[in-house]
């Protein structure tokens, strides 16, 4: 059973640089057709992605993001983390790490995100 966690701080002044790690158990971040991903949920919003990185290591940014975030990961740890900088009030939301999974053969294409973590609240204030 695969497991996804985050962590990080949950209160973040205005411009500073968040960083939030996703630790994973019961499966490797380097295995073949993962995509390791960051999801944000703004309240009364919908979900937001974010970011991935994928089992070979190759990134992928929201194009209203990019500038803002970096995306990398610690194979020894078995981890990912989220970087984003001069946060704003507006990046107030719950960020959740979530495992996609996509496969394509010659029947067609599976597309899933299948596991989630928990998410984390994180507030931007001053």
């Known amino acids: 059973q695969v497991q996804l966690q985050e962590s990080g701080p949950g209160l973040v002044k205005p411009s500073q640089t968040l960083s939030l790690t996703c630790t994973i158990s019961?499966?490797?971040?380097?295995?073949?057709?993962?995509?390791w991903t960051w999801i944000r949920q703004p309240p009364g919003k919908g979900l937001e992605w974010m970011g991935a990185?994928?089992?070979?290591?190759?990134?992928w940014y929201s194009p209203s993001l990019r500038r803002r975030i970096s995306i990398s990961r610690d194979t020894t740890k078995n981890q990912f983390t989220l970087q984003m900088t001069s946060v704003v009030p507006e990046d107030t939301a719950v960020y959740f790490c979530?495992?996609?999974?996509?496969?394509?053969?010659?029947?067609?294409?599976?597309?899933?995100?299948?596991?989630w973590g928990q998410g984390t609240q994180v507030t931007v204030s001053s």
């Open positions: 990185i994928a089992y070979s290591g190759i990134t």
């Open positions: 979530a495992r996609r999974y996509y496969y394509c053969s010659g029947y067609g294409c599976t597309d899933t995100f299948d596991y």
């Open positions: 019961g499966g490797s971040i380097t295995t073949n057709d993962y995509y």
